[in-house]
């Protein structure tokens, strides 16, 4: 088992940014790749970026690109989602994800294993 935990959610205004972390714990000796998806009020959930467990390959959604950006730390066992100009239509519940049954890119919420509990972020103008 794999536990995540997600933390820097919060409110900011439109054109501020925010740093979400993500933890790991409990079986972090596995390879793992790992992504962030968010939900919006009466929205399916999707993927925002994901990234490999090496680091090396990453996904960016279109509506993100050029402005969120993910890494990882394995030695700490972290994933980090930097969002820079954010805007209204970024609100919603974030969530980190873990996927070990593969070390590349996954894309699919159904393949992905593990998730944590969520983080709100909030956008306002």
């Known amino acids: 088992q794999v536990q995540l935990v997600e933390s820097g959610g919060g409110l900011v205004q439109a054109g501020g940014s925010l740093r979400l972390s993500c933890a790991a714990s409990?079986?972090?000796?596995?390879?793992?790749?790992m992504g962030w998806f968010r939900q919006a009020p009466g929205k399916e959930r999707e993927v925002v970026v994901a990234i490999s467990w090496s680091g090396v390959s990453t996904y960016y959604a279109d509506s993100v690109k050029g402005r969120f950006t993910i890494s990882r730390d394995n030695a700490k066992n972290t994933v980090v989602l930097q969002m820079n100009s954010l805007k209204l239509e970024d609100t919603a519940v974030y969530y980190c994800?873990?996927?070990?049954?593969?070390?590349?890119?996954?894309?699919?919420?159904?393949?992905?294993?593990?998730w944590g509990q969520g983080t709100q972020v909030t956008v306002s103008s």
């Open positions: 409990g079986r972090t000796s596995r390879r793992y790749a």
């Open positions: 994800a873990a996927d070990d049954k593969r070390i590349g890119i996954s894309l699919s919420a159904g393949e992905y294993d593990y």
